[in-house]
């Protein structure tokens, strides 16, 4: 989804889906719209280009919903006529190009909800509408907060697919959005804080400081000689300085040596007695080895 002022613009491919809820005047009750269209391969559209491209389109007795099958045998079979992934289906009609829509936001609209079928499986959008709704009215302050609306959105779902499925549940992603999402100035409005409990989670998660250690503070390419750092121990530091004075005087002494000439730089005899001594045992050897390999005289090969 993109907003640019009040057009909306959402790309959507597969059985995901996005609404927003609405007021056709003011205090009176929201109504849901769906932005989105649920590719499911039984829309008429997409079932007419999936059995052209040669898929099958069917439900078995189990399901209640329409597949996309590999085979008659109904050996593999898709619960969308889009997506991305699923490259086996992409030969018979399964396609990963969004259906593009652009809608006008007006001040009535309110919120905007995105989910993924793990809801719309056990819920209509008029009943996402209705939770979000009823859980603004509980905020004290009866804004909508979010992450609270999406968090019992996804908690709805999962009680319904326990009552309908048992153990068994669908992926289960939910997303609200206040509107409008920016002020008439064109700048963002200020997001509501998380709850407490997630701000503590958070704080909870996020890295202590701590100062870095004294080894790392005497390093040889810190910029404070090393009876500084010592001397100010109860200051931490975050890590080595930026170099802005000379190296100190270890580095400085390792950077600045030079090559001295040897005691046997002179003496060459000296100095190639190892070189030689290795050249004359390789000779040795291959004179060896090709005496081993020399035929008898006389001898046929």
């Known amino acids: 989804m993109v907003v640019s002022g009040d057009k909306c613009v959402v790309a959507n491919c597969g059985d995901s889906r996005i609404i927003i809820g609405s007021r056709a005047r003011p205090g009176a009750p929201l109504k ?11 829309l008429p559209e997409e079932k007419a280009r999936v059995e052209s491209a040669g898929g099958w389109v069917a439900q078995d007795d189990e399901e209640s919903e329409a597949r996309v099958w590999l085979d008659r045998d109904m050996s593999c079979g898709l619960a969308m006529s889009r997506s991305l992934g ?3 289906f992409k030969s018979i009609g399964v396609t990963a190009t969004p259906e593009i829509t652009e809608h006008t936001l007006t001040k009535a609209s309110e919120f905007v909800i995105a989910c993924s079928d793990g809801v719309w499986g056990v ?3 008029q009943d996402a509408v209705d939770i979000v709704a009823a859980s603004s009215e509980r905020q004290p302050d009866k804004k909508l907060n979010g992450f609270l609306a999406a968090q019992e959105l996804i908690a709805e779902a999962a009680r319904r697919w326990k009552d309908e499925e048992g153990d068994y549940r669908d992926d289960i992603t939910a997303i609200v959005l206040a509107l409008p999402l920016w002020d008439s100035g064109g700048m963002p409005v200020k997001s509501r804080p998380a709850s407490p409990r997630l701000s503590k989670d958070l704080g909870r998660l996020a890295p202590a400081s701590r100062p870095a250690s004294p080894r790392l503070a005497r390093s040889p390419f810190s910029s404070t000689p090393k009876s500084a750092a010592a001397s100010k121990t109860s200051t931490p530091t975050s890590g080595p300085a930026l170099r802005t004075t ?3 005087p270890t580095v400085s002494s390792f950077f600045s040596k030079k090559k001295k000439p040897s005691d046997n730089d002179g003496d060459e005899s000296t100095a190639s007695e190892p070189k030689k001594e290795k050249k004359g045992m390789l000779r040795r050897i291959v004179s060896v080895r090709q005496t081993d390999l020399t035929a008898p005289s006389g001898s046929k090969m």
Do not use: F
């Open 32 to 42: 849901a719209k769906d932005l989105s269209t649920d590719h499911t391969p039984l």
């Open 86 to 88: 699923d490259l086996a």
């Open 123 to 125: 819920m209509s959008s």
């Open 246 to 248: 000379p190296r100190s």
